[in-house]
């Protein structure tokens, strides 16, 4: 059974990203780096405990493939949280990470994400009810504060004493929303005060900054890093000392470098879009995918103005193995 004090250290975990780390995105990130620990997109505990059938269908993971597998809730009613978990937990999952620290104002408004930390009693309820809920572990993925950075030890030490066992911290507050530069000195206090594992997040595009960064912290989060290149995660798990024997001999092959090496990579993430959602569907969400992709190169412009306009996968191979 998973747990964050027993993996092995340092975690390297792919951030959850709202319309990015779908199935076909998880699976990709661990055909080059099996290490990682998965999250989902963030998933509403209102719509779960409702039985919505796309949030639900959003759930599914393969077993096989995705471990350590973690969902994202969001919301604001502790019993709504109680009745998700036991839904997440019957299908398999390996743990349930609360969040509190989208910033997106539809999100806020609705006294979700970032809201919470204004509210720690109602974030400290919420923590309580899904731990009651479940045996597999909760965490909760944060900010530095709303406006301010010092009520970040005292509002994760509330989330620690309900039962959170892990933390993620974003280096920014919900009033930077992504401006600026992430600050993960703070997020090197919160460690030296608490006992549960420590992961930070934010601003890390390189296996050099991720070496930088860690410092005393559990681990490290990378999200809008990967974009266009997902095979920083290779890159950061071997420079981090998180790869087996094993996969150290093989990561070579799992970094391409030119890309005409990254081709095969790029058609195999369409293949698993268009395999989860369907041709039409998959295409359209793979648009963003493929215009971080293609950079860097002379040609890239005109080939990602192509790209960002496919509708099937054929075209996808067209474009690029000409």
Known sequence: MFSWSTIGRPIVALAPMAGVTDASYRQLIKRIAPEVVLYTEFLSTDAIHYGAKKTIEMLHFDAEIERPFIVQVFGHDPDHFLSAAKVIEQLGADG?????????AKVVSS?????????????????????????????????????????LIPFCKRLVDAGAQALAIHG???????????????????????????IGNGD??????????????????IGRGTFGNPWVMREICDALGASSEKLKVES??????????????????????????????????????????????????EMRERLVRVEKLEDVRAILCR
Request: net charge positive; charged share 30%.
């Open 96 to 104: 349930i990470d609360i969040n509190m620290g989208c910033p997106a």
């Open 111 to 151: 006294c979700h994400g970032s809201a919470l930390i204004k509210e720690p009693d109602l974030a400290a309820r919420l923590v309580e009810a899904t731990v009651k809920a479940v045996k597999i572990p909760v965490s909760v993925k944060t900010r530095l504060g709303w406006d301010s950075k010092t009520t």
């Open 172 to 198: 920014r507050r919900f009033c930077d929303k992504f401006t600026g530069k992430a600050d993960w000195e703070p997020i090197y206090e919160l460690k030296r005060n608490i006992s549960v594992p420590v």
């Open 204 to 221: 890390i595009t390189s296996a050099a900054v991720a070496v930088e960064r860690i410092q005393n912290l559990d681990g490290v989060m």
């Open 252 to 301: 070579g092959k799992l970094r391409p470098i030119t890309f005409e090496e990254k081709i095969p990579w790029i058609l195999d993430h369409c293949a698993l879009a268009v395999r989860f959602k369907g041709e039409r569907t998959g295409m359209l969400e793979m648009r963003r995918h493929l215009g971080s992709y293609v950079k860097g190169f002379d040609g890239a412009r």
